[in-house]
């Protein structure tokens, strides 16, 4: 059975940093596209940043330069690093493992607020 679990959300101030985690169990992870994305109130669920499986990254223009996605295959593990947080980026989370198959986590809530 396959499992992402994301943690690492909460509330915090304008400016402020925030680590994301996910948690893979199941899955081959090295076989795996890692996603993050969010999906804001009222708002479609938007692609944050992805991670190949060489290690490849990309970004929203939106969050360039403030957040960083990375992996470590052997812990099953991804990571969004998120500084110079924005009200604009509160949202709910989510990993995302895509090959063949999608597969997702529940989520984790970010609010940036002061």
């Not at 994301?20 to 890692?34: A, D, R």
């Amino acid at each position: 059975q396959v499992q992402l679990v994301e943690s690492g959300g909460g509330l915090v101030q304008p400016g402020e940093s925030l680590r994301l985690s996910c948690s893979g169990s199941g899955i081959i992870f090295q076989n795996y596209f890692m996603n993050w994305y969010r999906q804001a109130p009222g708002k479609q669920r938007e692609l944050v940043a992805t991670i190949t499986r060489s290690g490849t990254v990309n970004y929203a223009n939106s969050v360039k330069g403030r957040f960083t996605i990375s992996r470590d295959n052997a812990k099953n593990m991804v990571y969004l690093q998120m500084n110079s947080l924005k009200p604009e980026d509160t949202a709910v989370y989510y990993c995302n493992a895509r090959a063949a198959m999608d597969h997702w986590g529940k989520g984790t809530a970010v609010i940036v607020s002061s």
